[in-house]
């Protein structure tokens, strides 16, 4: 019997908690300015240093809940903001569709659009509020004041804009437009629009060149098949492309401009590249799958950047280096480093001086020291389908009859579990307990064809791939099969009830937070449904059988669950209404089921604030700790 963890050895649940850290690093085009995120549990702001006076910074700061999703240099004094806003814990931030400027100062703060600050916004700018969102599509080649910015209207779906906008008083020159909604352009160096892509109202990926002055779909060859431009190069002679064949993969490629005379430059045989290094001219040097642990692909390795690329994950092994921005003329460069124990640390480069020195850290209360390792391996699915999972071990333990916690991520299509750091994982890991994640069929970084399994399944084939991956872990011996339990959140809150429907008797609890448990209030709760693009994704994925949604929603099967549960949710969530955690409690109540409730008012999609984080950790652990024992000691 392995040896129960000690309390006093634990890292503190705090840290897992807390939420304070720097992000979004961007250099000013001189080099002489340094953006930076900032969250501070729920003080957000973006801060501007000088890099001749790191100590003090001028502060941009942002409204409640607020926060930078993006922040790009249109000149070398003057900052965009692309806002978001945290609707909980579970996923990345969603984008606000509102777009900001300021100077290096902090002064002359302006919308560039804006919905929620009103007509004259904070910087004065005369203009009534947007009714629509945007987003930033591309910078110039060369800094020059402005910026492309592509919007979407609420009450229009079938189109989509960009404009020239100048970043000095928000004027707007309309230089692009579609008639579909949604969609993504991809310029060439000279500011021309030359691709459209992104899903049509019908959920559907399609791809447009610009021929003529007229827009041409492109055809995908068989369904699956993608082409996705990425960006031009600085000499406009390259695009650089993903594309697959037959749903498989996506590849890294360069063509000609009309997307031609196609060369390899990137593949993987199980997932799809990504994490893209490009030089400040636009062009790629190293690419790496997006699954397994990232083993970085060297492209045109006779390159100076190449070269020193491949230094850098000399000088840091075992962890993974992204380029996170360079001055315009290349000679200063901010670079990450990260792992799945270390969330990021940033770091400065002077080529001119070879001078490399540590930034600061994404997560300053994380000590990678006592994080635990990640795994990724492979098996097979029930039917055969080689699938992806990846096991958190708590640190200094025996891969060996561990008390296991399956952990499905939400999503779920196009979404995917990878190697590098997970907050929940890592947390469940220290206190002792192994932590299976299942890549389903559906989730994202195999390519289209994997994503399309998944539609339509989402009570059964995905479910059975979670359950198959549990049965491969006991089979291997790597979880005990008397000390299973299973916690997720959004779908994966779906998840844990549903699998514990589908394999009676697998799991010993079953923990859900901010779930779907009635497939059928999709259709008439939450946000997916206010728009037609939403509703047509729900048909696609759970269909619109009122047979087959009762057939496939927890709470209408509450009688088959045998285990305790423990339902968390807040009470303000738009994405899985209060109504779902409702629902589903009602449900286990009618049929005499025990259950736990652990909600939060004012919260959203997911906990956010740390003291409430904290509780729910809490939680979480007592009821693991009630239902399958207490974890292994953690070294």
């Known amino acids: 019997m392995p040896v129960v963890a000690a309390a006093g050895d634990r890292v503190p649940v705090e840290a897992f908690a807390h939420r304070g850290g720097f992000s979004l690093p961007r250099l000013s085009p001189d080099g ?272 100076q950047l190449s070269q020193i690329y491949q230094v850098l994950l000399s000088k840091f092994p075992n962890e993974f280096v992204n380029f996170s921005s360079f001055s315009e003329d290349g000679t200063i460069l901010i670079f990450e480093v990260s792992s799945d124990r270390e969330p990021g640390t940033y770091y400065l480069f002077d080529m001119k001086a070879r001078k490399i020195g540590k930034l600061f850290s994404e997560n300053a209360s994380i000590d990678p020291d006592k994080m635990s390792s990640r795994v990724p391996m492979h098996f097979t699915a029930s039917d055969g389908m080689p699938l992806e999972a990846i096991l958190t071990v708590p640190r200094g333990a025996t891969m060996s009859n561990l008390p296991m916690v399956l952990m499905p991520h939400g999503g779920p299509f196009d979404i995917h579990d990878t190697w590098f750091f997970d907050t929940d994982a890592q947390f469940l890991a220290s206190r002792g307990y192994l932590v299976l994640q299942v890549n389903y069929r559906g989730s994202g970084g195999r390519g289209p064809g994997f994503v399309d399994a998944g539609y339509g399944k989402w009570g059964t084939r995905i479910q059975q791939d979670l359950i198959d991956g549990v049965k491969w872990a006991e089979a291997q011996h790597y979880g005990d099969p008397k000390r299973v339990c299973v916690y997720g959140g959004s779908f994966g809150g779906y998840s844990a009830m549903m699998s514990v429907i589908r394999a009676p008797g697998l799991f010993k609890c079953a923990i859900g937070e901010a779930g779907i448990y009635d497939l059928s209030m999709m259709y008439d709760k939450g946000d997916i449904k206010d728009r037609k693009a939403g509703r047509n994704y729900l048909e696609q994925a759970i269909g619109k059988d009122p047979s087959e949604l009762a057939a496939n929603s927890p709470d209408k099967l509450a009688d088959k669950i045998d285990v305790p549960v423990l339902l968390i949710h807040g009470e303000a969530d738009e994405r899985a209404p209060f109504a779902q955690a409702k629902a589903m409690r009602a449900a286990l109540e009618a049929a005499h089921k025990p259950y736990e409730w652990l909600t939060k008012p004012k919260e959203g999609h997911g906990f956010y604030k740390e003291e409430n984080l904290v509780d729910m950790y809490n939680h979480v652990q007592s009821f693991l700790e009630k239902n399958i024992g207490p974890g292994v000691q953690v070294n």
């Open 32 to 303: 002489k300015y340094l953006a930076v995120a900032l969250e501070q549990g729920e003080d957000h702001a973006v801060l501007i240093y000088h890099l001749d006076d790191m100590g003090h910074p001028k502060s941009l700061r942002l409204p409640w809940s607020q926060l930078a999703y993006d922040i790009q240099w249109t000149g070398p004094d003057r900052i965009l903001v692309e806002l978001a806003k945290f609707w909980g814990s579970l996923d990345r931030p969603e984008r606000l569709g509102e777009i900001t400027a300021a100077n290096a100062d902090g002064a002359r703060v302006q919308p560039m659009f804006n919905r929620e600050w009103g007509q004259a916004g904070r910087g004065g700018l005369e203009r009534a509020a947007d009714d629509g969102y945007a987003t930033i599509a591309a910078l110039p080649s060369k800094a020059n004041g402005h910026f492309y910015m592509q919007t979407y209207m609420w009450n229009d779906e079938k189109n989509t804009w960009l404009y020239d906008v100048n970043a000095d008083n928000g004027v707007r020159h309309l230089i692009g437009q579609i008639n579909v909604g949604d969609m993504d352009f991809t310029m060439d160096p000279d500011g021309n629009v030359r691709y459209a892509q992104g899903r049509d109202i019908d959920n559907n990926y399609v791809v447009y060149r610009m021929q003529n002055g007229q827009w041409a779909q492109l055809t995908n060859g068989e369904r699956g098949d993608r082409f996705e431009p990425i960006a031009f190069s600085q000499d406009k002679q390259h695009l650089y492309a993903l594309t697959n064949v037959k749903g498989g993969p996506l590849s890294l490629v360069q063509t000609n401009g009309d997307g031609t005379q196609t060369q390899l430059l990137a593949k993987d045989d199980f997932g799809s590249i990504g994490y893209v290094q490009w030089t400040p001219q636009n062009e790629p040097i190293a690419a790496a799958p997006t699954t397994g642990i990232p083993k970085s692909i060297v492209i045109n390795g006779d390159q």
